[in-house]
């Protein structure tokens, strides 16, 4: 990725989204692997981060957090910048990329003027979400490729390989 921005114009603004209140969208042609901005707020520890934002007990889902470690978590709310606009896409044109504890924005690929720019949240998953989790954390960016949630996608199940190898062992045994 590049350690600087191309330009020294306005890669993007913040006005009304489709996807979900305000996100940004381009002011110029933005290039691949152009970095955009800093994700930026108050540092904090996950438990404090849970006690000021509990899913559980809100009907919809808001925050600016970003998880940067197994300490630490961004609250972009608290001295935050335009990035904690930049809304979920389940097709992004924009990645998220953690150096040394902070969080970049880069251009996934070329995007055009006036393009929403919108990055993968990919939300982590425990493997104990509900139906009622995945209709707190939904996605609306409206993509052909969009998975309905804006949690990371489901892992397949594993293929239980014991199956595999009894087939086998019986081919060696009848040979």
């Keep these: 990725m590049a350690s600087r921005p191309v330009s020294d114009t306005p890669a993007f603004k913040i006005r009304r989204s489709v996807i979900a209140g305000r996100g940004a969208f381009a002011l110029r042609d933005i290039k691949k692997g152009e970095r955009l901005i800093e994700y930026v707020g108050e540092r904090i520890s996950h438990p404090v981060?849970?006690?000021?934002?509990?899913?559980?007990?809100?009907?919809?889902?808001h925050t600016f957090l970003?998880?940067?470690?197994?300490?630490?978590?961004?609250?972009?709310?608290?001295?935050?910048?335009?990035?904690?606009?930049?809304?979920?896409?389940?097709?992004?044109?924009?990645?998220?990329?953690?150096?040394?504890?902070?969080?970049?924005?880069?251009?996934?690929k070329p995007i055009a003027k006036g393009d929403e720019l919108a990055y993968d949240y990919g939300y982590e998953r425990d493997g104990s979400e509900t139906a009622a989790?995945?209709?707190?954390?939904?996605?609306?960016?409206?993509?052909?490729?969009?998975?309905?949630?804006?949690l990371a996608p489901k892992k397949?199940?594993?293929?239980?390989?014991?199956?595999?190898?009894?087939?086998?062992?019986?081919?060696?045994k009848a040979g």
Excluded: M
């Design 133 to 150: 989790d995945e209709k707190l954390y939904g996605c609306r960016c409206g993509t052909s490729k969009c998975r309905g949630t804006i």
């Design 49 to 61: 981060a849970d006690d000021k934002y509990d899913d559980a007990a809100k009907k919809s889902h």
């Design 66 to 108: 970003f998880s940067v470690s197994s300490r630490t978590v961004i609250d972009a709310s608290v001295g935050g910048n335009d990035s904690r606009f930049i809304n979920h896409s389940c097709a992004p044109n924009c990645e998220a990329v953690i150096e040394r504890r902070r969080v970049f924005i880069f251009a996934k």
């Design 156 to 172: 397949p199940p594993r293929k239980k390989k014991h199956h595999a190898l009894a087939r086998h062992t019986e081919k060696v």
